[in-house]
Each structure stands twice: as structure tokens, then as C-alpha cells.
């Protein structure tokens, strides 16, 4: 009986530690979501949709446009490796988010992971990665991206 006082005691005082922001970050939840960006070479700003769960909460807006911020590539034994750096701007102007790219060309495809790097207006807070692919056709590569984002 003892032990569960102490221990309560221990959790309420450690509760008055942490910063309001930290509490509320921890009750933020995680949701899926995938993106759709259709890549024309050579074309600066490129159409993005997206949907799921977080886009039904408001974390992210349904469509916009990606444009490349840095880019490179280098040839492996295996294929490509290389790292990129898009800008995801929403059309309704409620912000847009920066998203960095962890790419593999090889024989069996396009692959990729991607990571949120930050965010203006409402997506100052967004956090989340996940993975994706890419199909080319002539003269771009459609990517799909999907994972899990959260505000906070």
C-alpha cells in the first residue's frame, strides 16, 4: 500500500517538472497519411495530393505543390543513392512543410524513406516520416509516399 502512495506522489511530482508543451505533445496522435507527387523533369513546382487520416484531422492540407529545394545523387555499385530536399506548399494557403528524401535507384526500383524537417503556419509543429516508391514514365516518376505524422 505504501509502494502505490510513493509512487503516486513520484508521478505527480515529476508531472509538475515537465513543461505544459511536453505534456501536451505526448497526447498528440499519430496518424497515416500518403502522398501522391507527380514529378515532370524540368518543371519547377509539381502537384501533390494527399489523404488519410491526419489530412481528415487538419495535420496536413489535401493538395498543393512540391518544389525541390537540394538534390543529389551518386552512383553506387548497386545503383543510385542520394538525398533530396522538397518543400511541400499547401494551395490553401495554410502553410507548407519541408520533407527530406532518402533515396535508392537499383534494379528493383525507386525507393525511398522521408523525414518532416519543419513547417510554417499551421505546420510549424509537424513531425512524422515514413517511406515510399516511385514508378517512372517518360519524363518524371510518379512517387508515393506513406507514413505517419503528428502535430507537436
Known amino acids: 500500500m505504501h509502494r502505490s502512495i510513493r ?3 513520484l508521478i505527480a511530482a ?3 517538472l515537465l513543461p ?3 505534456l501536451a505533445a505526448a497526447r498528440q496522435p499519430t496518424l497515416g497519411v500518403t502522398f501522391d507527387v507527380h514529378t ?6 509539381v502537384p501533390f495530393t494527399a489523404s488519410g487520416p491526419a489530412v481528415d484531422a487538419g495535420f496536413v492540407c489535401p493538395v498543393g505543390t512540391v518544389d525541390d529545394l537540394s538534390g543529389s545523387l551518386i552512383e553506387t555499385r548497386q545503383g543510385w543513392t542520394g538525398q533530396f530536399v522538397k518543400e511541400f506548399t499547401c494551395t490553401d494557403g495554410s502553410g507548407s512543410f519541408v520533407v527530406k528524401l532518402q533515396v535508392r535507384l537499383d534494379k528493383r526500383g525507386d525507393n ?3 523525414t518532416v524537417l519543419s513547417g510554417t503556419d499551421r505546420y ?13 514514365f517518360e519524363g518524371g516518376v510518379e512517387d508515393y509516399y506513406a507514413g ?3 502535430l507537436g
Not at 510549424?124 to 517512372?136: E, K, T, V, Y
Open 7 to 9: 509512487a503516486a506522489a
Open 14 to 16: 515529476l508531472a509538475l
Open 20 to 22: 505544459a508543451s511536453a
Open 40 to 45: 515532370v523533369f524540368g518543371q519547377s513546382s
Open 112 to 114: 525511398f524513406s522521408w
Open 124 to 136: 510549424a509543429s509537424l513531425r512524422g516520416a515514413g517511406s515510399g516508391f516511385g514508378i517512372g
Open 148 to 150: 505517419q505524422v503528428r
